[in-house]
C-alpha cells in the first residue's frame, strides 16, 4: 500500500514557475513506475511526465517537454514536477501517481488505468 500526498500548487502569472511535489508512504517507493497527470474542468484525466522506479528514464506529453522537468529522490520517498514557462493551458489539478516497475518499460505509462494509487490533487492555476 502506497499513500501520495501532493503540495505546492498555487496561483501564478503566466511565464512564472511552480514545483510540485509528491511525498509517499512506504518502504517500497522505489520500486514504483511515478507519474504525475492533470485534469482540467470539464476534461479527461491527462497524462503529463513520468519517470522509471530508478529515476534514470523519464517521459513526457509533447505540450510539456521543454518547460516541465520531472524527478524523483528515493532517498526521500518523493517526486517533483519542476514546471516553467506556464501557461494558462496549463490550469488544471494535478495528480501523482504510482505503479509497478514495468508500467515505465510500456505505452500503459501514459494511460491512468496502469497505475494503483493515487494523490487527492493539488490546483494550479496560471492567470493570463
Known amino acids: 500500500q502506497v499513500q501520495l500526498v501532493e503540495s505546492g500548487g498555487g496561483l501564478v502569472q503566466a511565464g512564472g514557475s511552480l514545483r510540485l511535489s509528491c511525498a509517499a508512504s512506504g518502504r517500497t517507493f522505489s520500486s514504483y513506475t511515478m507519474g504525475w497527470f492533470r485534469q482540467a474542468p470539464g476534461k479527461e484525466r491527462e497524462f503529463v511526465a513520468a519517470i522509471s522506479w530508478t529515476g534514470g528514464s523519464t517521459d513526457y506529453v509533447d505540450s510539456v517537454k521543454g518547460r516541465f522537468i520531472i524527478s524523483r529522490d528515493n532517498a526521500k520517498n518523493t517526486v517533483y514536477l519542476q514546471m516553467n514557462s506556464l501557461k494558462p493551458e496549463d490550469t488544471a489539478v494535478y495528480y501523482c501517481?504510482?505503479?509497478?516497475?514495468?508500467?515505465?518499460?510500456?505505452?500503459?505509462?501514459?494511460?491512468?488505468?496502469?497505475?494503483?494509487?493515487w494523490g487527492q490533487g493539488t490546483q494550479v492555476t496560471v492567470s493570463s
Open positions: 501517481a504510482a505503479g509497478s516497475s514495468v508500467v515505465f518499460t510500456t505505452t500503459r505509462r501514459a494511460h491512468p488505468s496502469a497505475y494503483n494509487y
